[in-house]
């Protein structure tokens, strides 16, 4: 997962990024890209790459939200067929819905920060306290 550093800001506070896979396969596609809220709708921003067979790839990094977006199949615009929402968009289609959670290796990074580092007294109970 990739995180972005600034150094020159000790406050900053880098926004999480979580990999995204998009997979889609088409016969006879020559280009497929992805646009969405995520890259402002740009058809050309998130060109997929063909991995043989019609079958289309793309990994990219988003923060946790929810996201609409298309494919642009040859020039075509269109909804994913593996999403599992989409909403209707206001040129009378429909976009697809990308819901990126927190990741949950954050989440238990997390949570572990704020455990105790305290070893556990060791021994029988009435001993403990006793020094």
Request: glycine share 10%.
């Amino acid at each position: 997962m990739k995180r972005h550093h600034n150094h020159g800001n000790p406050d900053y506070i880098s926004p999480e990024l979580v990999s995204v896979q998009f997979e889609f396969t088409h016969p006879t596609a020559t280009t497929v890209c992805i646009a969405g809220t995520f890259n402002h709708w740009d058809p050309t921003a998130k060109p997929m790459h063909p991995s043989g067979n019609g079958h289309w790839l793309k990994e990219t990094d988003l923060t946790p939200g929810t996201y609409e977006y298309c494919l642009v199949v040859d020039g075509h615009w269109m909804p994913d067929p593996q999403a599992c929402e989409t909403v209707p968009n206001p040129f009378g289609g429909r976009n697809s819905l990308l819901k990126v959670l927190r990741s949950p290796e954050r989440d238990h990074l997390a949570g572990a920060e704020n455990l105790s580092l305290k070893a556990p007294a060791i021994g029988k109970p009435e001993e403990q306290g006793k020094g």
